[in-house]
């Protein structure tokens, strides 16, 4: 056929690869040739053509062979993984076996790797708070989440700032959340982003007051069940979304944000704080002042946390 010997052998192989062709051996020798003193064919390069039927019945055979071989590989390394899963990951052998730890997160990137693990194994509840309703995440990989943990049946809550609902973008997403079946409540204070799972971990700021300074992110029940007191302490005084109206006044006549603000103004918490807390403007917040001290009477800031305190209003 005018093949080299390179071509021939690679021709070859394939052909052995296939089936198509098999060396014959000592299993075609003849003891007569053999006598007669002819060289065995296991010493040549004999072969013998295999009917293309044949050989591909046996092509099919070898590779439902090899994946059967793989399967059961599949199989064992499976029973192993969900041994250990079963040893080590259940949140159960977590409360038990596990300290408290604290991991600083510093890149944003290894932050959001960190929220997809806590809410993609979370088993049971997830609980978490927001000062604002976006922030740099994408709104829709954040539904996404949300969609995929109610569907495994978690109970998910979240807090927001009240705020929220008078700006269009934040409300469309509060609003995508409450249908996607997310308990919703929103409160006119909201002191951090924090998120927990099922009283195991909790991710919140490194610095409540500067976004760029990281995350935390804590395991343990004993301390993570600190977090949760305080969550379900802003759960209880925060409104069920839809329920929200127009600001409701106490018998002293003071909106929730009028009489947020007055306790922290009492506390000496400086103006920008206080903004950064209610998640309003600075302005705001001084025209809040003032209405404050007018309504109480007073000259000075001090004189209206004293006079708001014997009013009863800081109780």
Aim: hydrophobic share 40%.
């Amino acid at each position: 056929m005018g093949l080299s010997d390179d071509e021939r052998d690679r021709c070859r192989d394939e052909l052995l690869g296939l089936g198509l062709i098999v060396p014959t051996g000592r299993l075609h020798d003849n003891r007569l040739d053999l006598d007669a003193g002819k060289a065995s064919e296991a010493e040549s390069d004999a072969v013998t053509v295999i009917t293309p039927e044949i050989a591909l019945l046996r092509l099919l055979e070898r590779e439902r062979t090899r994946l059967r071989n793989h399967l059961e590989q599949a199989d064992r390394a499976h029973h192993t993984l969900k041994t250990l899963a079963g040893n080590f990951l259940r949140v159960e052998t977590l409360a038990q076996t596990a300290g408290v730890e604290v991991e600083i997160l510093r890149d944003y990137r290894r932050i959001q790797q960190v929220l997809e693990d806590i809410t993609c194994t979370v088993q049971h509840s997830l609980s978490s708070m927001h000062p604002i309703a976006r922030g740099r995440e994408i709104p829709e990989r954040a539904l996404d989440r949300d969609r995929r943990q109610i569907k495994n049946g978690v109970q998910v809550r979240s807090i927001f700032s009240q705020r929220l609902t008078v700006v269009p973008e934040d409300a469309d997403h509060l609003r995508s959340k409450a249908e996607l079946g997310v308990q919703v409540r929103l409160s006119p204070v909201v002191p951090m982003n924090m998120i927990i799972a099922d009283e195991q971990f909790a991710l919140l700021p490194a610095n409540p007051e500067d976004s760029s300074a990281g995350a935390i992110l804590a395991r343990g029940s004993a301390l993570v069940r600190s977090y949760l007191t305080l969550f379900e302490h802003c759960w209880h005084t925060a409104t069920p979304y839809g329920e929200q109206g127009q600001p409701a006044r106490g018998g002293d006549g003071l909106t929730e944000q009028q009489r947020a603000a007055l306790r922290m103004l009492a506390s000496g918490m400086k103006d920008e704080k206080v903004a950064r807390n209610l998640g309003v403007s600075l302005r705001t917040v001084s025209r809040m002042i003032s209405e404050l001290m007018q309504e109480l009477g007073a000259s000075s800031r001090f004189e209206a946390g004293v006079r708001a305190t014997r009013l009863g209003w800081l109780d």
